[in-house]
C-alpha cells in the first residue's frame, strides 16, 4: 500500500544552524503538503506543492518537490527557536487522500 | 471561534467501555476525516467522509466506527476499548485537498 517516509525522525540544532527533513513516497504522488504541529497543538498546514521539480519558499523555509514527484524536501535557513515542532510531508493522490509521513520533530536549542 | 472543534479535549476510560469522540466544523467543507497519531508512526486515517451519506474505511479502522450525522458533525466511536487505541485523536476537514485539523482528544484507556 501507499507508504511515506519520512526522516530524520528528531532532529536537534543550535539556533542559528540549518535543518532539513525529507520526504519519500512508495508511489508517484500528484502533490504533496507540508504541515507543522507546534508542541501540544495541532498540524497546520503551511504549503502544496504540485509540479515536477518545484522549488517554493516561505522566508526561511524552503520547499522541493522532486522531479519523479516521489519524494520531497523541507529546508529551514538559519533555525529560531519559534521553529520548533513536528514537520509532517503528507503525499496526495488521485482519490484526494493524503498519506501523512511519520514527522520530523525539530527542536531548537537557544 | 475555532473552525474545528472535538469534544471532548481529554478522556480517561477503561477497556471495554463504548466511547465517542465528537467533532464539529463551521468552515463548510464537504469533507472530514478521523486520524490517530502514535509517537515515531505520525497521522494514520481512521475513517472519512467526502459527503453526508459518504463513508470510507481507512487505514486503520478496525475497532472503530464513525457516524455522519450531519455536513457539519463526525463522530467517531470506540465500542469496546481497549488500552493500544490511547493515542492522540484528530479530525480534520478539507474541501479539496488542504486539511484544517481540530484542536485534538487524547484519549487514555486504562
Known amino acids: 500500500g501507499q507508504q511515506v517516509m519520512q526522516i530524520p525522525q528528531y532532529q536537534h540544532v543550535q539556533e542559528g544552524e540549518d535543518f532539513t527533513t525529507y520526504c519519500n513516497s512508495s508511489?508517484?504522488?500528484?502533490?504533496i503538503q507540508w504541515y507543522k504541529q507546534r508542541p501540544g497543538g495541532h498540524p497546520v498546514f503551511l504549503i502544496q506543492?504540485?509540479?515536477?521539480?518545484e522549488v517554493k519558499k516561505q522566508k526561511r523555509l524552503t520547499f522541493q518537490f522532486g522531479e519523479a514527484k516521489k519524494n520531497s524536501s523541507l529546508h529551514i535557513t538559519a533555525t529560531q527557536t519559534t521553529d520548533v515542532g513536528t514537520y509532517f510531508c503528507?503525499?496526495?493522490?488521485?482519490?484526494?487522500?493524503?498519506?501523512f509521513g511519520t514527522g520530523t520533530r525539530l527542536t531548537v536549542i537557544p | 471561534d475555532a473552525d474545528v472543534t472535538q469534544t471532548p479535549r481529554n478522556r480517561i476510560t477503561k477497556t471495554g467501555k463504548r466511547i465517542m469522540l465528537e467533532c464539529s466544523q463551521t468552515?463548510?467543507?464537504?469533507?472530514m476525516y478521523w486520524y490517530r497519531q502514535d509517537p515515531g508512526l505520525g497521522l494514520r486515517l481512521i475513517y472519512y467522509?467526502?459527503?453526508?451519506?459518504?463513508?470510507n474505511k481507512g487505514e486503520i479502522s478496525d475497532g472503530y466506527s464513525v457516524s455522519r450525522q450531519a455536513q457539519a458533525k463526525f463522530s467517531l466511536s470506540l465500542e469496546s476499548a481497549i488500552p493500544n487505541q490511547t493515542a492522540l485523536y484528530f479530525c480534520?476537514?478539507?474541501?479539496?485537498?488542504?486539511?484544517?485539523f481540530g484542536p485534538g482528544t487524547r484519549l487514555t484507556v486504562l
Open positions: 480534520a476537514t478539507s474541501r479539496e485537498r488542504t486539511q484544517y
Open positions: 508511489t508517484t504522488l500528484s502533490n
Open positions: 506543492l504540485v509540479k515536477s521539480g
Open positions: 503528507a503525499g496526495g493522490t488521485g482519490a484526494n487522500n493524503l498519506f
Open positions: 468552515k463548510g467543507h464537504d469533507r
Open positions: 467522509s467526502f459527503d453526508v451519506k459518504d463513508i
